[in-house]
């Protein structure tokens, strides 16, 4: 998806973020990975609006360089993010701007499903870092289709899902064959909402790459059946999905 050719940017972080709390068990689990004495430079690859940037950065108190081949999602990262050790640059995933050996670990969250050449991308990885650096790679799988809390709404969700989507073995025969070595993979429940009626405010921002292809009276439609599900819900059930946790080392 060309984001740039969306307003998704406007909206991303009301839509996708996640609650201070959420954001430290996701840190937590990659520094039980990757030694924080061990990381002095991160490249936080499909940075977006840089969720999780700024954060990479003062949990692993490292450099960080956030880089996605959006104009607009950067643009949204810079103003928001002001710590001296962060930085954006414009680029992709199979031609990183960065020099050989320059880092020690590549983050990349929800990007995957939207690289291009993923190939490439583990290729391109392997140059950049350090001998004995890593990969951590947070998202969602073909595997975990059915945890999609929104798949029982919208008609022809699931198509564009079982397309779009990567089984969770072409992520890890990319990053073998790159030459990586596989550390840990795990399936983690994910809390996306605090509610369902939270959630059902969250997709009707419109910024969810795979509800954003179907046909605009599909998506209202599935949106008025998530809102009929919210007022029935109990309130106090958060909505959660399964996110894979891949770590590689180089």
């Known amino acids: 998806m060309d984001y740039d050719k ?7 972080d009301s839509a996708r973020g996640f609650d201070p709390d959420i954001l430290q068990e996701w840190l937590t689990l990659l520094s039980a990975q990757v030694p924080k004495d061990g990381v002095s430079r991160i490249v936080d690859l499909g940075c977006g609006t840089g969720r999780f940037t700024e954060a990479l ?4 108190d490292a450099d960080v360089v956030g880089i996605d081949p959006s104009a607009t999602m950067l643009q949204r990262a810079r103003e928001k993010n002001s710590r001296n ?3 954006f640059k414009q680029g992709t995933g199979e031609s990183l701007p960065l020099e050989d050996s320059s880092a020690d670990m590549v983050f990349m ?8 050449d993923p190939q490439g991308t583990a290729r391109e990885c392997h140059r950049v870092l350090r001998k ?4 951590c790679i947070r998202n969602s799988t ?9 798949l029982r709404f919208f008609d022809g969700i699931r198509a564009i899902i079982e397309e779009q989507s990567i089984p969770r073995g072409q992520i890890e ?3 073998s064959t790159a030459g990586f070595k596989a550390v840990i993979h795990k399936a983690i429940p994910h809390r996306i909402a605090p509610d369902w009626a939270s959630y059902a405010d969250k997709q009707a921002k419109g910024a969810d790459s795979f509800l954003a292809r179907l046909p605009e009276g599909d998506f209202q439609a599935g949106i008025t ?11 106090e059930e958060s909505v959660r999905m399964n996110i894979d946790l891949f770590v590689f080392q180089r």
């Open 6 to 12: 969306t307003d998704i940017a406007a909206v991303y």
């Open 173 to 175: 025969s990319d990053f």
């Open 109 to 116: 969250s929800m990007v995957y499903h939207h690289l291009p």
């Open 142 to 150: 073909l595997d975990q289709i059915e945890t999609y809390p929104y």
């Open 225 to 235: 059946a998530l809102r009929a599900h919210a007022e029935q819900a109990d309130p």
């Open 85 to 87: 050790p962060v930085s």
């Open 57 to 60: 950065s003062l949990h692993f």
């Open 132 to 135: 004995g650096g890593h990969v």
